[in-house]
T-cell receptor, first 115, second 116 residues
Framework: DAGVIQSPRHEVTEMGQEVTLRCKPI?????LFWYRQTMMRGLELLIY????????DSGMPEDRFSAKMPNASFSTLKIQPSEPRDSAVYFC?????????????FGPGTRLTVT | AQSVSQHNHHVILSEAASLELGCNYS??????LFWYVQYPGQHLQLLLK??????LVKGIKGFEAEFIKSKFSFNLRKPSVQWSDTAEYFC??????????????FGKGTHLIIQP
């Protein structure tokens, strides 16, 4: 299995620009999670989906952030407009209902730098 | 709301020393507990997990953890560390909802440095 795939791996953009991060979960997994990692705040859950439906988006910091999951194999996290404080590593993870512990498998992350 | 507290932010040990990293959580319901490791420049990897049964769980690379429900703790242990264990360690918790698992709540992490 290829694991969770994220793209791009690195993104450098200027303040005010739109940023789109992409995630392909492991085939057969029905839950998808977006996390953000910063030095100050550690790892935070932004939003997660079950069966392509957003369940909890209370971690999304502002209206500038939005996430979609149009089908079971693809999700996007969009920031518009981006700000320097959005600089972080964004991780996507997926898990499969019925596997007991619902272990989450993480992707390699996208390192976002907003200048 | 769930919260996770990791007691040590930075730990420095010599090779062959024993390791124990503390983790406490707060949540009123049934939880799943995890320890993840993040090697420098890499993504999170699962070390071990607990969801029910034997409170002493064994994971990869010789790590183990003990769930003590009365103390809301899930401490990570390894009897003899190696230089390759240098990494960031995260304790995490989630619970179940009707459609699947909730997102993970992470502790702040413990930066472990093993000196040769």
């Amino acid at each position: 299995d290829a694991g969770v795939i994220q793209s791009p791996r690195h993104e450098v953009t200027e303040m005010g620009q739109e940023v789109t991060l992409r995630c392909k979960p492991i085939s057969g997994h029905n839950s998808l999670f977006w996390y953000r990692q910063t030095m100050m705040r550690g790892l935070e859950l932004l939003i997660y989906f079950n069966n392509n439906v957003p369940i909890d988006d209370s971690g999304m910091p502002e209206d500038r952030f939005s996430a979609k999951m149009p089908n079971a194999s693809f999700s996007t996290l969009k920031i518009q407009p981006s700000e320097p404080r959005d600089s972080a590593v964004y991780f996507c993870a997926s898990s499969k209902k019925g596997q007991g512990t619902y272990e989450q498998y993480f992707g390699p992350g996208t390192r976002l730098t907003v200048t | 709301a769930q919260s996770v507290s990791q007691h040590n932010h930075h730990v420095i040990l010599s090779e062959a020393a024993s390791l124990e990293l503390g983790c406490n959580y707060s949540y009123g319901g049934t939880v799943n507990l995890f320890w993840y490791v993040q090697y420098p420049g890499q993504h999170l990897q699962l070390l071990l997990k607990y969801f029910s049964g034997d409170p002493l769980v064994k994971g990869i690379k010789g790590f183990e953890a003990e769930f003590i429900k009365s103390k809301f703790s899930f401490n990570l242990r390894k009897p003899s560390v190696q230089w390759s264990d240098t990494a960031e360690y995260f304790c995490a918790v989630n619970s179940y909802s009707g459609g699947g698992a909730d997102g993970l709540t992470f502790g702040k992490g413990t930066h472990l440095i093993i000196q040769p």
